[in-house]
């Protein structure tokens, strides 16, 4: 029997539920810890491959929050956040909440040549059409996303968990890079929040529409030299962009050259690429999985944005604004 709101036993009738699938169960059950919640995994797999989704409590008109970045492996983790999804809606769910910290296929979110799809605008609709009442997300690749679906989409900025640490290092002489000329506001933003740096500086690239995962520098602007140089992105994928802007960086007088991004791909060789080249250190956060040889690798700091997320989960679950503390 319910009274005034609350079930007789001292909960209440909307509280809310975590669910995680296979992509980055580590962040996930971190944020369940924080929040003192337990968390299910209802994921598993026939024998020939097709996902399966079972054993979830009950959800009736209870708030879902479902954690599953799209990454490394993308089309699997896409479809297993699709079904939970289902599964949640089909079982009379109040809200679902899709919490995604890496959304696969943003870098696909416009038409750069001709019979393409926008990729991005595709998998987003997907999530809408599944049932989905809202998404949250950890530095989209660009913020006009938001637009490709209906129900409301919270963005929070990698910059809430990765400035603290970088602060930490006590840089002087400090100058804020950008790899390309897309990240300038990106580059801006940092500066601005690091009282220590004395200006940004922009590395020109090239990049082959028609190759993936290849570009190189051509030139810069700002002033370099002698300074400790931070470059700022939203995703190392394959390393190449950052590899060569601290080359280009380095060859114009750099004293030092850091990076800081939000999501840690590593793709292909990108670790051996980096361990070899004039980068001091990579900052980046668990918002994908990371591999053991990315861990073990000298180079490499791991922030996590559990923190960040589950006071995320918190507000949403109240209605408090997250744009008062959480979005820098």
């Known amino acids: 029997m319910v009274k005034s709101g609350i079930v007789e036993n001292g909960q209440e009738p909307n509280d809310y ?35 399966r989704v079972k054993g979830i409590p009950n959800l009736r008109r209870r708030h879902v929050f479902i954690i599953q970045p ?9 479809m297993e956040l699709l079904f939970m999804i289902d599964a949640a809606k089909r079982a009379s769910a109040n809200e679902i909440i899709a919490v995604i910290p890496y959304f696969g296929y943003s870098r696909q979110d416009r038409k750069e040549m001709p ?33 490709f679906v209906r129900i409301p989409w919270d963005n929070l900025y990698g910059s809430y968990s990765l400035i603290p640490e970088i602060k930490k290092r006590n840089l002087k002489h400090l100058v804020v890079a950008s790899p390309d000329k897309g990240g300038v506001v990106r580059a801006t933003a940092y500066a601005g929040r690091l009282e220590e740096a004395e200006g ?4 020109y690239k090239e990049r082959d529409i028609n190759v993936n995962n290849q570009s190189r520098a051509l030139g810069m602007i700002g002033n370099i030299k002698d300074k400790n140089i931070l470059i700022v992105d939203d995703i190392i994928d394959t390393a190449g962009t950052i590899v060569s802007a601290a080359e280009h960086l380095k060859a114009n007088g750099a004293k030092s050259v850091r990076v800081a991004a939000t999501h840690g791909i590593f793709s292909r060789d990108a670790i051996d690429k980096i361990n070899n080249s004039f980068i001091e ?48």
């Open 17 to 51: 539920i975590l669910l995680t699938g296979r992509s980055n169960p580590a962040l996930a059950q971190t944020i369940a810890d924080t929040l003192h919640k337990e968390l299910c995994q209802p994921i598993s797999i026939f024998a020939d491959s097709e996902i």
């Open 70 to 78: 799209t990454s490394p492996s993308a089309n699997d983790h896409i």
């Open 115 to 147: 019979r393409v799809p926008i990729s991005a605008s595709v998998v987003a609709k997907m999530i809408e059409h599944a049932g989905a009442d809202r998404i949250l997300t950890l530095d989209i690749h660009s913020e006009q996303q938001e637009g």
């Open 200 to 203: 940004i500086a922009i590395v």
């Open 281 to 328: 250190e990579v900052i980046v956060t668990d918002s994908v999985a990371l591999s053991d040889k990315v861990k073990q690798s000298k180079k490499v700091s791991v922030v996590s944005v559990a923190p960040l997320l589950s006071a995320a989960v918190k507000k949403i679950r109240t209605g408090e604004s997250l744009s008062h503390d959480l979005i820098l």
